[in-house]
């Protein structure tokens, strides 16, 4: 015998003699039940991707391999909702790396290198329909670090060019790193701010 709630039982027993009536009103409950069960189960799939979401990016943190996370994922989460799940990987990562550079002391020819061989493993492992974006992103990680490796002067004369590119904090965070090889005058910050209040 089938689970009705208790009250459509106690409807079924008051129908008494009624059998087609008692049929017809127990039969309407277990619509409402599936109704119910299936709007759920919709929230708690929503619920899924939002977590799903915040743990890729903080796999991220962590260097996860993504791509065999997203090949993992791609015979039980269609494609839409796998870009959102990683959507967010692009944005925290190249804030990483900008957060990196303004708190960085010292840095080498060598750990410019890696840290640019690392924004393009990143570049290649995330799963996203919106390439050209990320690709903007991480390229704008790589061209900070890069000129870290240019002499001061070279260094002003790309600002020039380039004012636009970096904040005025972004480009004054390049002056404070120390680079083996690389003087910084010390009105290096007079000069910077010269070029930059003309924007």
Do not use: W
């Not at 929230?43 to 990016?57: F, G, S, T």
């Not at 393009?120 to 061209?143: F, H, K, Y």
């Amino acid at each position: 015998m089938p689970a009705f709630p208790l009250s459509a039982l106690r409807l079924g027993n008051a129908s008494g003699k009624h059998k087609g009536h008692h049929h017809a009103r127990t039969n309407s409950v277990p619509s409402r039940n599936l109704a119910s069960f299936v709007d759920e189960y919709r929230k708690l799939a929503i619920d899924c991707l939002k977590v799903l979401r915040i743990e890729m990016q903080l796999e991220t943190i962590f260097h996860m391999q993504i791509t065999r996370r997203d090949e993992e994922m791609a015979p039980f989460v269609a494609g839409v909702k796998r870009n959102y799940i990683f959507g967010g990987i692009c944005a925290i990562a190249a804030n990483a790396f900008m957060k990196a550079l303004a708190d960085m002391k010292s840095i080498n020819l060598f750990g410019v290198q890696q840290i640019c061989r690392n924004s393009i493993a990143l570049e290649q492992s995330i799963p996203s329909i919106d390439s050209e974006t990320v690709q903007q992103r991480l390229d704008r990680v790589r061209t900070s670090y890069e000129l870290l490796n240019m002499p001061f002067e070279a260094l002003l004369a790309f600002i020039t060019e380039h004012e636009n590119l970096f904040t005025t904090t972004e480009y004054t965070n390049l002056l404070k790193v120390q680079v083996p090889g690389r003087e910084i005058p010390v009105d290096a910050r007079d000069r910077l701010s010269e070029i930059l209040s003309n924007r």
